[in-house]
C-alpha cells in the first residue's frame, strides 16, 4: 500500500512538471495558417486519440479529458511524433477539446484566433 501511495505522488509530481514545460505551448501561435494543413493535424491527433480510447477501452464516452489511460496515451503519441506543429495544435487546444474525439471545426478555429 505505501508503494502505491508513493507511485501515485510520483505521477501526480510528474504531470505537474511536464504541464509547466509545456504551458508555454498552449498559445495558438506558431500554428500554419494554411487550413488544409491544419486539418491535416487535426485529424493526426484525432486518430492518437481514437486509438487510445480504443486500447483504453474507453468507447461510451466522447470526451476522455477525466481517462488518465487516455491522456497519457495520447500526449505520448504526440510527443514521440517529432511534429512540432502537431505538438503546438494539440497543446493549443483546451483539455476539454483535446481529448474530445468528436470535436469539430469550431474548436480549430478558436485555435488559429488565440
Known amino acids: 500500500?505505501?508503494?502505491?501511495?508513493?507511485?501515485?505522488?510520483?505521477?501526480?509530481?510528474?504531470?505537474?512538471?511536464?504541464?509547466?514545460?509545456?504551458?508555454?505551448?498552449?498559445?495558438?501561435?506558431?500554428?500554419?495558417?494554411?487550413?488544409?494543413?491544419?486539418?491535416?493535424?487535426?485529424?493526426?491527433?484525432?486518430?492518437?486519440?481514437?486509438?487510445?480510447?480504443?486500447?483504453?477501452?474507453d468507447l461510451y464516452r466522447t470526451r476522455h479529458e477525466g481517462n488518465f489511460c487516455v491522456t497519457s496515451a495520447v500526449d505520448l503519441d504526440v510527443r514521440q511524433s517529432g511534429d512540432a506543429e502537431l505538438q503546438k495544435l494539440h497543446w493549443a487546444l483546451t483539455p476539454s477539446e483535446r481529448y474530445n474525439d468528436k470535436r469539430g471545426p469550431v474548436e480549430l478555429q478558436r485555435v488559429l484566433q488565440d
Open 1 to 57: 500500500m505505501a508503494n502505491m501511495k508513493r507511485l501515485i505522488a510520483a505521477t501526480i509530481v510528474t504531470a505537474g512538471m511536464s504541464a509547466a514545460v509545456i504551458a508555454p505551448a498552449w498559445s495558438g501561435e506558431g500554428l500554419p495558417q494554411d487550413k488544409a494543413m491544419l486539418l491535416k493535424l487535426n485529424e493526426t491527433q484525432l486518430s492518437f486519440l481514437r486509438r487510445a480510447v480504443r486500447h483504453c477501452d
